[in-house]
């Protein structure tokens, strides 16, 4: 589900494979709280990364299986993230993210700083958003 998110919604991205993949979704669920959105036939459709580190609350990963757009799972899980850390969070996304961009504003989150992405993995532009209450 995450690879299919990252391929459709970040065509700059160097597709990730199978086994790397896995091997994110591992670490991201060791260091995270994470929680599941679930269709109705109980299959996983998206997921939240949630965090309380030393320099503040972080969203580190909120995907959606693009089949599943447009149907309230990413807002579901925003709210969760917003009642879980009611005192404020902080994400980065992709510049070239533009629904995620649209999506993080519509539900009030407030661009803060941008780059040019020396310091991500992928070396793309990123955009640094913020929620508080």
Known sequence: MSRRAQDHDLSERRPAGDAETRAFIRRMVKRSEVWT????????IGFAAL??????NWLH??????????????????????KEMPQ???????????GARRFYERH???????TRGTNNEE????ILYEWRP
Do not use: C, M
Request: hydrophobic share 40%; proline share 3%; charged share 20%.
């Open 37 to 44: 959105a679930l269709h109705t036939d109980g299959k996983t």
């Open 51 to 56: 965090a309380r580190e030393a320099d503040g």
């Open 61 to 82: 990963h909120l995907y959606v299986d693009p089949a599943s757009h447009n149907a309230g799972a990413g807002s579901l899980l925003l709210a969760i993230t917003k």
């Open 88 to 98: 404020g969070f902080s994400l980065w996304t992709f510049q070239a993210n533009l």
């Open 108 to 114: 009030g989150l407030t661009e803060t700083r941008r």
């Open 123 to 126: 070396g793309l532009p990123d």
